[in-house]
């Protein structure tokens, strides 16, 4: 999967491998560094063309930073792909090799 905080799909030369790929994109309605309209917009583009496991958050009054609805909203994201992960809690005992990464979209 893929999630992005404040940002846009730049281009239209290079697309994302599959169009199943889950993606998260939240983006603040008070970002003056990248407008929500930017971020919107993109993900309008991608839903066209056939992403259509994308969900766009927009959140109120947020600026070009991350929240707590944001965070909780990557939290579920990444609970919802990767439960044992998740459910494990990343104890110091897990080695980044251990990760079933290949599972994900």
């Not at 990444?78 to 494990?88: A, D, G, I, Q, V």
Request: charged content about 20%; proline content about 3%.
């Amino acid at each position: 999967g893929i999630f992005s905080f404040s940002g846009w799909k730049a281009g239209t030369g290079r697309w994302i491998g599959q169009k199943h790929t889950n993606i998260l994109m939240c983006h603040g309605t008070a970002d003056t560094v990248v407008p929500c309209s930017v971020g919107r917009r993109s993900a309008e583009l991608l839903q066209k063309v056939g992403y259509s496991a994308l969900v766009f958050s927009e959140q109120e009054q947020l600026g070009h930073e991350m929240s707590s609805e944001s965070v909780a909203a990557l939290c579920a994201f990444l609970e919802r792909r990767l439960p044992r992960l998740c459910s494990s809690g990343l104890s110091g005992n897990m080695q980044p090799a251990e990760l079933e990464l290949d599972s994900l979209d």
